[in-house]
């Protein structure tokens, strides 16, 4: 990845790489806490955080680690004139750098470490695994528990969800989970409330585990009871769009016709404006990450990029359904979880 870097420098004529946000800077380095600056030189790389995390970042990066008051000292030593930075940093970072290193030239730049970081490494994609792993211990313990207890609320499943996934060796939940049932389902960012779970509907479960650092993202729709016609057809409507995209994941496609293949299809069935948001997205050290399945999306699938596919139509006052898996972009992609998801499986009667 460092070697990727320093291409880049080369490339575009520049002296380092600068890099502040934490996400990026932990990426590169290992370092994990809240504060400093990674340098990357064509010859060297190098940490530099405050007292507080000295012995922190020594402990966890390989980098040589120095104090931040020694930053412009080591630009000017080693005749650093040129200097690219992230796109993402703050308006104080900046001014903080405008005002402590004098004589250098900022190169703004964008996505250059996200598009390294799309492309997993075996370790990375081994967390990630174990994540999903994870996600389907706990679904199909979920199905177990709504089968055993009446009465339960969205809030009581969204804790037994967090609870089994820490149980099962989760660090922790990738992001809140979202549990809806029936109406609150057709808010696709619904925060799971005191609603009862009741009958003749829809539960959709949005949720993901962390391991070491790395998330993983997984939906599923169950019905409790007796899908309508119109149930029926929405839900075999969105399986089949997520299918139709799925087959699209391979090397070198546009994510833009990852999106095309499953909202084309819903459209075609006429739902289209219930279809409210991205196909999918990467998985990494962020929930979000490159590649972005939307339309207007420039990325293009390489091997190893794990990406999310799912599709959803959400019909306000009604219902709504998401289905949504992970995929690791190969010569032959294929889906992580091992779960089912047709309508049969899904169904608690």
Not at 48 to 66: H, I, M, N, Q, W
Not at 85 to 114: P, R, S, Y
Not at 151 to 172: P, S
Not at 198 to 227: A, C, E, Q, W
């Amino acid at each position: 990845m460092s070697s990727e870097l320093q291409d880049f420098l080369h490339d575009e004529n520049l002296d380092g790489f600068l890099v502040l946000t934490k996400i990026n800077r932990q990426y590169l380095s290992g370092f994990t806490g809240s504060s400093g600056m990674f340098l990357i030189t064509k010859k060297r790389m190098q940490l530099f955080v405050d007292g507080r995390y000295t012995l922190r970042a020594k402990k966890e990066s390989a980098a040589v680690v120095k104090d931040i008051d020694k930053l412009a000292l080591e630009l000017k030593r080693q005749k650093i004139k040129k200097l690219a930075i992230e796109d993402k940093i703050t308006l104080a970072q900046f001014g903080w750098l405008k005002v402590n290193l004098k004589g250098v030239k900022w190169e703004i730049t964008k996505d250059i470490i996200e598009n390294i970081r799309a492309v997993k490494t075996k370790e990375e994609l081994k967390c990630i695994s174990k994540g999903s792993r994870i996600i389907d211990q706990v679904f199909r313990h979920i199905a177990k528990f709504l089968k055993q207890k009446r009465g339960l609320r969205e809030l009581d499943i969204a804790l037994e969800i967090e609870k089994t996934g820490k149980k099962l060796g989760a660090e922790e939940m990738a992001f809140d989970p979202i549990v809806a049932f029936g109406p609150n389902a057709a808010s696709p960012h619904h925060f799971p409330g005191k609603q009862k779970i009741g009958r003749n509907n829809f539960l959709l479960f949005d949720f993901g585990m962390k391991i070491n650092g790395y998330h993983s993202d997984f939906t599923r729709t169950l019905f409790l009871g007796k899908p309508s016609n119109q149930q029926a057809r929405v839900y075999n409507t969105v399986l089949a769009a997520q299918q139709k995209a799925i087959e699209k994941v391979r090397i070198g496609i546009k994510a833009s016709e990852v999106d095309k293949a499953a909202r084309g299809f819903i459209q075609k069935k006429k739902y289209g404006k219930y279809f409210t948001h991205n196909t999918g997205h990467g998985v990494g050290l962020e929930i979000h990450e490159l590649p972005n399945f939307s339309e207007k999306s420039k990325d293009v699938l390489a091997e190893n990029m794990i990406v999310t596919v799912e599709p959803g139509i959400y019909l306000p006052k009604k219902f709504g359904v998401r289905i949504e898996d992970m995929v690791l972009v190969s010569k032959k992609s294929r889906i992580i979880s091992s779960l089912p998801k047709d309508l049969t499986s899904m169904i608690i009667p």
